[in-house]
């Protein structure tokens, strides 16, 4: 059966990459979730989309600026009127620890490279006992590789924007288990070529009827999505 992950949690009345966004993802009982991480100027793992608090915040200025203790005074529950901190990766890791969810950690280090993020990640996930329900994925490729070498018990995954020729393939060559593609840049034929050679395929972001069901139908692995009660819903349509 195709597994639903909730973007940034479930922010239909949360904020993205908030407690409370994850917190109701799991009420509607997806079966994971996905989450963005950067990291602060004193080396602590934060849940935030972008390089900049600007978006999502009360505040201003780059994640990599602040110490964690300021970072955590911003107000990240602007989006829908709440008030809520930014998570430190380390609490949604213990909050894991009451329930079955999957999480896939999105490192954030395409522009920065934040040295060490990787250590720092795997660390947390080992020190919670979760390595075999997280998987990291990145649009960095090299932290994707760097990631496996630190840790190969805990799944990896390259993040696609781009049509990639054979991506079974080069997903092999890394030792990654999954890709996560761009939905519109992938095929039936390839989600189904890809997942037939062993590799998981979850693609994102995909929030319309049409791409869930063409999905669905082909019971691909897991969908990243923003509407993930909808897809749950769809998803009882098919069998799988
Ligand atoms: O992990 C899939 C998706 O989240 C990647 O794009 O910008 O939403 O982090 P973005
Ligand atoms: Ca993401």
């Known amino acids: 059966m195709t597994q639903i992950f909730a973007h940034r949690g479930y922010t239909a009345s949360s904020s993205e990459n908030t407690m409370s966004a994850f917190i109701e993802a799991e009420e509607v009982g997806v079966d994971g979730l996905e989450l963005d991480v950067q990291l602060t100027k004193d080396g602590e793992i934060v849940v935030i989309h972008d390089e900049k ?14 110490l964690f203790k300021d970072i955590r005074k911003l107000n990240a529950g602007k989006q829908c009127g709440k008030r809520d901190p ?96 761009k939905y519109s840049r992938i095929t039936d034929k390839i989600i189904k070529t890809t997942m037939e050679n062993g590799i998981a395929v979850r693609p994102y972001t995909v929030n319309k009827d049409v791409d869930l069901h063409r999905l669905l139908n082909i019971n691909c692995s897991a969908i990243i999505t923003d509407e993930p009660v909808k897809a749950l819903s769809i998803r009882k349509q098919y069998p799988g």
């Open 53 to 66: 608090v600007n978006r999502t915040t009360d505040g201003s200025g780059y994640v990599k600026d602040f």
């Open 86 to 181: 930014i998570p430190a990766l380390n609490e949604v890791l213990d909050w894991m620890q009451s329930n079955q969810l999957i999480c896939n950690i999105e490192l954030k280090n395409d522009r920065f490279p934040y040295k060490g993020m990787e250590e720092r990640v795997i660390q947390l996930v080992q020190n919670y006992g979760l390595t075999d329900r997280i998987i990291i994925s990145s649009f960095n490729h090299y932290s994707v590789v760097y990631s496996y070498q630190l840790a190969p018990d805990i799944e990896t995954a390259p993040l696609f924007n781009e049509r990639i020729f054979m991506p079974w393939v080069y997903a092999q060559s890394i030792k990654a288990k999954g890709i996560h593609p």
